[in-house]
């Protein structure tokens, strides 16, 4: 007999232990994460920003092959995507229980091209988060602002027209990997909580960006990630948030 759900937010089924995760001190799963990811992007409301769900993730960093690769590359357009986030999780076998795995959030900047790794548990994602990279840098197209590379486009061309010999025209580079300032966790178990909040945060940043006037995110995380408001009320908030949203009428059919 199946567990019953609690809530049916776009696809993204919560069920009763979902809930009871986050009224303990336990790893949050990755439904909780997807459908925090879920939520995210449906208030963001901008094809600029994807969130990518934590099994699609997981794929993406175990894929075996090119062809497997490519077709699950393919639907998520990143090419399109000015910031692109992915869950990196420490669990490469997929039997290994959940409570023993640590996450943390690698997240695609289009601007600066680069992948930026947020961990909030001193880096020990590192190798997961690189394996993550690794698998999708090449898919992910030109980096800079549209601007950029019209006034780039606009130089080659001039340049172009100066030249007496031809010469073969190099690919767009790979982007680069950094490992960010991010707020540590004081306990061994809320790294899901901050991987939703960064992202919370960041997609935030990113929407208001012109008016603060601030070319990175980092600043703003520093800020607003806090230990007190993650550790000690974001559990009891994603609870009243998943209440608010059957009251809207995302209730527990489907």
Not at 31 to 45: D, K, Q, V
Not at 99 to 120: G, I, K, N, Q
């Amino acid at each position: 007999m199946k567990e019953a759900k609690v809530l049916n937010y776009k696809g993204v089924i919560i069920r009763r232990s979902d809930t009871e995760i986050l009224r303990c001190s336990c790893y949050l799963n990755d439904r909780l994460i997807e459908f925090y990811f879920r939520y995210l992007s449906s208030i963001c409301g901008t094809e600029d920003i994807l969130l990518v769900s934590p099994s699609v993730s997981f794929c993406l960093a175990n894929a075996t092959d090119l062809g497997s690769l490519k077709e699950l590359v393919e639907p998520l357009s990143f090419e399109e995507r000015k910031l692109v986030f992915f869950a990196v999780n420490n669990n490469n076998d997929v039997s290994m229980d959940e409570d023993e795995a640590h996450w943390s959030l690698l997240v695609y900047y289009r601007t600066m091209h680069t992948f930026v790794h947020h961990d909030s548990l001193g880096g020990i994602n590192n190798w997961h988060a690189r394996r993550l990279y690794e698998a999708v840098k090449g898919f992910m197209g030109n980096g800079g602002s549209t601007n950029l590379v019209r006034k780039s486009a606009r130089r080659r061309n001039s340049e172009h027209k100066k030249r007496i010999k031809t010469s073969m025209v190099q690919g767009p580079a790979d982007a680069c990997f950094t490992e960010s300032f991010t707020p540590q966790q004081s306990n061994g178990y809320d790294c899901g909580l901050y991987v939703m909040m960064i992202a919370d945060v960041i997609c935030e940043w990113y929407l208001a960006r012109f008016n603060t006037k601030s070319l990175f995110w980092l600043s703003a995380l520093e800020k607003r990630v806090t230990d007190s408001y993650v550790e000690l009320r974001m559990r009891a908030h994603l609870l009243q948030l998943i209440d608010a949203l059957k009251d809207e009428g995302y209730d527990s059919s489907g």
